[in-house]
Nanobody
């Protein structure tokens, strides 16, 4: 069983920065793809950024060049550095862990989310 705990959300002004953290409680952290998603009212949850066990990264188009995802396998942590924040970045940000030990077995977990609000 895995539990994820996000932190670091809050209120920030346009153009400001925040760093989100996600603590992974469980085993085999280094085997998981870790990702950040976000959801704002009335919209579907969207992928913000993903980092593989080998630390390859990919980003949603809306955040490329502004956000950076990273992981610390020794501490079982994943981070999202968010710079040049815009009001449209306002959302609840969720941490996700995904691991597929076999073709028929997928382990996928979500955190409770942390609110990010960007004022204009």
């Amino acid at each position: 069983q895995v539990e994820l705990a996000e932190s670091g959300g809050g209120l920030v002004q346009y153009g400001g920065s925040l760093r989100l953290s996600c603590a992974f409680y469980g085993n085999l952290f280094s085997q998981y793809n870790m990702a950040w998603y976000r959801q704002s009212p009335g919209k579907e949850r969207e992928l913000v950024a993903i980092i593989t066990p080998g630390s390859s990264t990919n980003y949603g188009d809306a955040v490329k060049g502004r956000f950076t995802i990273s992981r610390d396998n020794g501490r079982s942590m994943v981070y999202l550095q968010m710079n040049s924040l815009k009001p449209e970045d306002t959302a609840v940000y969720y941490c996700n862990a995904d691991y597929r030990p076999s073709r028929t077995n997928t382990l996928n977990y979500w955190g409770q989310g942390t609110q990010v609000t960007v004022s204009s």
